[in-house]
């Protein structure tokens, strides 16, 4: 079974910085997508940045220059480091796996106050 916890939400001004993490564990293999996807209320769900097994990297028009993603492959780790951010960046981030099916955390919020 595989699972995913996310850390590193919080409260920050604008113009602040937060950097999440997301470790996965369980029957993972070596080719796979993870990801962060945010959902701020009132609106869908939104990819932020994905990065696959091998580093390649798909980032938000949005987020882009701002936030990076980073991951460590034998630890099944994500990170997302999020700078310069502002008000609209505000919603629940969810880390996502992806390996022929899609695997999500629970979420965490961050809240991004003018």
């Known amino acids: 079974q595989v699972q995913l916890v996310e850390s590193g939400g919080g409260l920050v001004q604008a113009g602040g910085s937060l950097r999440l993490s997301c470790a996965a564990s369980?029957?993972?293999?070596?080719?796979?997508?993870m990801g962060w996807y945010r959902q701020a209320p009132g609106k869908q769900r939104e990819l932020v940045a994905s990065?696959?097994?091998?580093?390649?990297?798909n980032y938000a028009r949005s987020v882009k220059g701002r936030f990076t993603i980073s991951r460590d492959n034998a630890k099944n780790t994500v990170w997302l480091q999020m700078n310069s951010l502002n008000p609209e960046d505000t919603a629940v981030y969810y880390c996502?796996?992806?390996?022929?099916?899609?695997?999500w955390g629970k979420g965490t919020l961050v809240t991004v106050s003018s």
């Open positions: 369980g029957v993972i293999p070596r080719l796979n997508t």
């Open positions: 990065i696959t097994s091998f580093g390649t990297t």
């Open positions: 996502n796996l992806n390996f022929n099916s899609d695997f």
